[in-house]
Structure formats: structure tokens, C-alpha cells
């Protein structure tokens, strides 16, 4: 997954969307949960964006 920043990110989980699009919603160190999309089965990943969910580096799922 493409990361240019200095966010640490870990424990991902996927879903995949209507459509086929997966999201990946992922643990990160900066305060919210992060989330990024592969439009191609995830061979290819967007940059991750930050969500609205706060987060204090606590997993989204168990």
C-alpha cells in the first residue's frame, strides 16, 4: 500500500463494495482510522486517507 508519510499503519481489513471496488480500512498512529480503495482486486492501491474515526491506534475489528 502506498504510504509517503511518516503514518504508521497496521492490522488492515478489507471489504469489498458493491461493485467490486475493495476498501481497506486500516489501524494508524494519527489520531483516526485510515482507509484507502483498489479499483483492480488489490494489485493496486489509492494513498491512504484519513476517516472521520477516531482512533486511538485500537484496532477497527476483532
Known amino acids: 500500500m502506498p504510504n509517503p508519510t511518516l503514518i504508521v499503519t497496521q492490522e488492515p481489513g478489507l471489504i469489498e463494495l ?28 489509492s494513498l491512504a486517507q484519513n476517516t472521520t474515526i477516531h482512533s486511538l491506534v485500537s484496532p477497527a475489528s476483532s
Open 18 to 45: 458493491k461493485g467490486g471496488r475493495i476498501m481497506m480500512f486500516i489501524r494508524a498512529n494519527q489520531g483516526f482510522q485510515a482507509m484507502n480503495f483498489s479499483v483492480d482486486q488489490g494489485k493496486t492501491w
